[in-house]
């Protein structure tokens, strides 16, 4: 009887609007990472367009809790939207990490595998950027919805490979002669594999509200 009663009072619909917003704010930051990581553009200017990229999500993650506050009638379950947004602001928060220990080190070149995991980090933020304006209408979009979650998951695991088959190189390479280059790397492979992690959190995060919704 609530849940009938609930869909006929009027909903705040500002959410997905916030959520779209984030997501394309995270799609942009993970083009920059895989920017600087293949060596495409000047490197400190996709440093600087993650950092205010990050600080633009904080910002949007800040208005989606303001909203949770002040909203009667809430799309889906409210702390459903808040780990949503919060797993979200994870994923970026992960790209500003990382962008800070490639400064600390001053890194200027990297692996392939490093390269390769940019792209990945690209295909997952683009497979959230796609689902987040699905969940306005969970009901009808629930398949893809799923679908995407899947692919998430399966990038999430060729991440896995890359970081794992990076730091076998790492070592073969500097293990013995230069264990700082072996240091610095794997530390590179770890941060750019819980930026990949973190999408999966967001995908998990949209698992579970399609199962509660539908």
């Known amino acids: 009887m609530l849940g009938w009663f609930r869909k006929l009072l009027p909903r705040e619909d500002k959410f997905f609007e916030l959520f779209e917003a984030h997501s394309q704010t995270v799609l942009a930051a993970a083009e920059a990472l895989k920017a600087l990581l293949s060596g495409e553009g000047d490197a400190e200017d996709n440093c600087n367009r993650i950092v205010v990229l990050e600080d633009k999500a904080d910002n949007i993650t800040r208005d989606v809790m303001l909203a949770v506050r002040r909203s009667f009638i809430t799309p889906f379950d409210r702390g459903d939207i808040k780990d949503l947004i919060q797993s979200m602001d994870d994923a970026i928060d992960m790209m500003h990490k990382t962008v800070k220990t490639i ?35 969970v009901n009808a979009n629930s398949t893809r919805l799923n679908a995407i979650a899947e692919e998430v998951t399966r990038v999430e695991g060729r991440s896995d490979e890359l970081h794992d088959a990076g730091l076998k190189d790492l070592f073969k390479r500097h293990g013995a002669s230069n264990p700082m280059a072996y240091i610095i790397g794997s530390e590179i492979y770890g941060e750019l594999e819980k930026v990949v992690d973190r999408f999966e959190d967001v995908a998990n995060e949209i698992s579970g509200i399609v199962i509660e919704n539908v």
């Open 103 to 137: 400064r600390l080190y001053e890194q200027k070149t990297f692996d392939p595998g490093m390269r390769e995991m940019g792209v990945l980090v690209v295909e997952a933020a683009r497979l959230i950027s796609e689902a987040i304006p699905l969940l306005d209408k």
